[in-house]
């Protein structure tokens, strides 16, 4: 799965030179947690957040009177607390790559360009959604997470134990394990008992660490 098959298309933009003010109301206004910014000549400059709005804004505590506050923000423009330059991935990147970039910079969003012009953003929710078709959240069934020696086969062999016996495998993730030589696996499956799953997890090597009816 690549970022430009999941990505918010031609996404609310605005320019460096717009107030404080001004895009926490379009923020509001268009329910979106962050702004691409264009210069005058369209080309992608940086990126604001709410948060980043919030914390430029003058605090509640302030000695500053209502009018003196909202003067400040009109005043104040989104190049001076932008974030610049701006960290991008392309339409053709893969989805964990784009994950990875955002955990490891701490950061909810990745505009998307090509070349010089944007096409798109990327975001935390984006992944939230990818996450929850991953693990088959929206689907009920049995979902059974089990430790599994990483050997070759080894999990042709579970999944083979469990399509035996009638289950139907709806998602299957798999990460690291709590020790090198082994991975947690976490299944989806419906259209079997949870009786026959057991059997069917009943293997040399296989153990189970959870199993729930979701």
């Known amino acids: ?49 709410d948060k980043d709005l919030l914390h430029a804004a003058p605090s509640p505590a302030s000695t500053l009177s209502v009018y003196e506050m909202h003067y400040l923000l009109a005043k104040l423009t989104v190049k001076k607390v932008m974030s610049s330059p701006v960290i991008t991935v392309g339409a053709d990147t893969p989805l964990e790559v784009a994950a990875r970039i955002m955990a490891d910079n701490k950061i909810g969003g990745l505009p998307v360009v090509d070349g010089v012009n944007l096409v798109g953003i990327i975001t935390e929710t984006d992944i939230f959604k990818i996450l929850i078709e991953l693990l088959g959240a929206r689907t009920s069934g049995l979902r059974v997470t089990v430790s599994l020696p990483d050997r070759r086969g080894n999990l042709a062999k579970l999944t083979q134990a469990l399509a035996d016996r009638g289950a139907n495998i709806i998602s299957l993730v798999t990460y690291g394990g709590t020790t090198a030589d082994n991975s947690l696996i976490t299944i989806k499956i419906n259209g ?19 199993l729930r009816s979701v």
């Open 1 to 49: 799965m690549l970022v430009g098959e999941r990505m918010t298309r031609n996404p609310v933009t605005i320019t460096e030179d717009t107030s404080l003010d001004d895009a926490l109301h379009l923020m509001r206004e268009r329910k979106v947690r962050r702004f691409p910014i264009l210069d005058t000549t369209g080309h992608l400059v940086g990126i604001i957040s």
């Open 192 to 210: 079997v008992e949870e009786t026959a799953v057991r059997e069917a997890l009943n293997q040399p090597g296989v153990k189970v660490m959870d």
